[in-house]
C-alpha cells in the first residue's frame, strides 16, 4: 500500500471535534443569489445607486484582487502548516520587480519578475521556519520590515535622478491588455432605468465582464485552480498531510521539508502575482506603501473562508466591496448597506439561537439593532467611519466566525525531522 494510498484511507476525525463546513458550488450560488437580491432591496429602498452600480463593482473587484491572491498564498503556505505573515513583505517584493520589470522589458516579463520576487521571498520565509526553525511569526515581522527597505534601495538605484520619480516611486509602467466580453457594454441602458433587480444584474455583468485585466482573468481561475491541485491531486494530498500531522506523514515516507517548501513558495509567489496587479493594474506606478496592509487583510479573508479557496473567494469579495465603497460616494452607500447588514445580524441571531449558540446570538443581535439605530439616527456616515468600514468588517466577520473555523492540525507548530 502506498503512502498516498494510507492518507487517502485514514480514519475520520473524532466525533467530538466539529465538522468542517465545506463551501459546494450550489451554496456559494445560493449566497451569490442571495446577497444580490438583499443589494437590489437596498437599492430601492433607499435610492443608492452605487451600491451595484458597474463602477461600485469594477472598483470591488480590482480591490479584491490583491486580497484574495494574498488569502491563496497564506492558504497554500498553512495548509503546509507554516504561518505566513510575511505576504505584506512578498506583496511589496511584487509590486516593485512587477513595475521595474514592466519597464525594463515588457508587462508579460513584469508579471513573471513580480511572481519571482514574491516566491524568492517565500523561498527566504522557508528557509527560516523550515530549515532552521525560526518562530514563524517572527520570521514573517522579519520579512514585512526588511521587504519596504530593499524596495526602496532598488528604487534609489534604478530610478534616482529620473524626472517623475526616485526612491520612493517608479516612472509609469507599460500595462498589460484588458478584454470585454462581446455585447455586455450594451446593458448600460438597462443599468440606467433602475428596474428591481433587473438593472442591479446588468450593473453587476458590466463590473465584472466589461473592460476586465487579463491578470484579474489569470486570478479568478486560480481559485478553481488552488481547489483542484489540494484536494484532488496526490501533490496536494501530501502538501495538506504535512499540515496536518508532519510525523506521520514522515512515516510514511514523504519529505516533509521538501513539501513545506512547495507550500511556501507557492504561497511566495501568489503573494507577488498580488504585487504586480498593485502596480501594473490597479495603477500605472510602483509608489511605495502602494500594499497598504492588504497582506494581513489577506490573512484575514483566507480565516473567513476557513482555509477552503472558496470561502476565501468570498470573504476576499466582501472586504473588497467595502474598501470600494469609499470611492463611490461612500457615505450614501455604507448608509444604505446598514439596512442590509442589520437584517443579515438578526438573522445570524436567530439561527445561532435555535443552534443553542448563544454568546454569538447575542452580539449578532445588539450588533443588528445598532445597525438599524445607527441607520435612523444620521442621514449620511462620518468619512472616518467609511474608512474604517473595511477593517471593522475584518473584525466583525472574524468575531462571529471564530467557532467554526478549523485550521490545519499543525499550522504554524515547529517540526524536526525524525522528533
Known amino acids: 500500500m502506498t503512502a498516498d494510498t494510507m492518507l487517502s484511507t485514514a480514519p475520520a476525525a473524532p466525533a467530538g471535534k466539529p465538522k468542517s463546513r465545506r463551501m459546494t ?43 484574495g491572491l494574498a488569502g491563496l498564498g ?24 512587477g513595475a521595474w520589470g514592466s519597464i525594463e522589458f515588457g508587462p508579460w516579463v513584469g508579471l513573471l519578475l513580480g511572481v519571482l520576487g514574491g516566491a524568492v521571498g517565500g523561498l527566504v520565509h522557508a528557509v527560516a521556519t523550515v530549515t532552521f526553525g525560526v518562530d514563524h511569526i517572527i520570521s514573517g515581522v522579519a520579512m514585512t520590515i526588511l521587504a519596504p527597505g530593499l524596495a526602496r534601495y532598488l528604487s534609489y538605484l534604478a530610478w534616482n535622478g529620473t524626472p517623475g520619480a526616485g526612491a520612493t516611486q517608479s516612472p509609469t509602467v507599460s ?7 462581446p455585447f455586455v457594454d ?40 488552488s481547489w483542484w491541485l489540494l484536494w484532488r491531486t496526490t501533490f496536494g494530498l501530501r502538501v495538506r498531510s504535512v499540515g ?46 502602494q500594499t497598504g496592509g492588504r497582506g494581513y487583510i489577506g490573512l484575514a479573508a483566507m480565516i473567513f473562508g476557513n ?46 439561537f435555535r443552534r443553542r449558540n448563544r454568546v454569538v446570538a447575542v452580539a449578532s443581535a445588539v450588533l443588528g439593532v445598532l445597525s438599524y439605530v445607527l441607520f435612523f439616527s444620521v442621514d449620511t456616515i462620518p468619512t472616518a467611519l467609511v474608512q474604517a468600514a473595511p477593517y471593522v468588517t475584518v473584525l466583525v466577520v472574524l468575531a462571529l466566525a471564530a467557532q467554526r473555523l478549523r485550521p490545519p492540525a499543525a499550522d504554524g507548530k515547529p517540526y524536526r525531522r525524525g522528533g
Open 175 to 181: 500595462r498589460l491588455p484588458r478584454v470585454s466580453v
Open 307 to 352: 482555509w477552503r479557496p472558496g470561502g476565501l473567494a468570498l470573504g476576499a469579495s466582501l472586504f473588497g466591496y467595502t474598501d470600494a465603497l469609499q470611492l463611490r460616494r461612500g457615505s450614501e452607500s455604507v448608509h444604505a448597506l446598514l439596512i442590509l447588514v442589520g437584517a443579515l445580524l438578526l438573522a445570524l441571531a436567530i439561527w445561532e
Open 74 to 97: 497564506g492558504l497554500w503556505s498553512e495548509r503546509a502548516g507554516v504561518v505566513n505573515i510575511g505576504l505584506e513583505g512578498q506583496l511589496i517584493l511584487g509590486t516593485w520587480f
Open 244 to 289: 496536518e500531522d508532519p510525523h506521520a506523514a514522515e512515516s510514511l515516507g514523504i519529505n516533509v521539508y521538501r513539501y513545506k517548501y512547495y507550500g511556501v513558495i507557492i504561497s511566495g509567489a501568489m503573494a507577488g502575482l498580488g504585487g504586480v496587479f498593485l502596480s501594473t493594474v490597479s495603477s500605472a506606478i510602483y509608489r511605495e506603501g
Open 25 to 67: 458550488t450550489p451554496k456559494v450560488l445560493l449566497i451569490i443569489a442571495g446577497v444580490l437580491i438583499g443589494l437590489s432591496l437596498v437599492h430601492l429602498l433607499t435610492g443608492a445607486d452605487d451600491v451595484t452600480s458597474q463602477g461600485a463593482v469594477q472598483a470591488a473587484l480590482q480591490a479584491a484582487i490583491p486580497l
Open 186 to 225: 450594451d446593458l448600460a441602458g438597462l443599468e440606467r432605468k433602475h428596474w428591481f433587480l433587473i438593472s442591479d444584474v446588468a450593473g453587476v455583468l458590466r463590473g465584472l465582464l466589461v473592460d476586465v485585466s487579463i491578470v484579474t482573468i489569470l486570478v479568478v481561475l486560480l481559485i478553481p485552480l
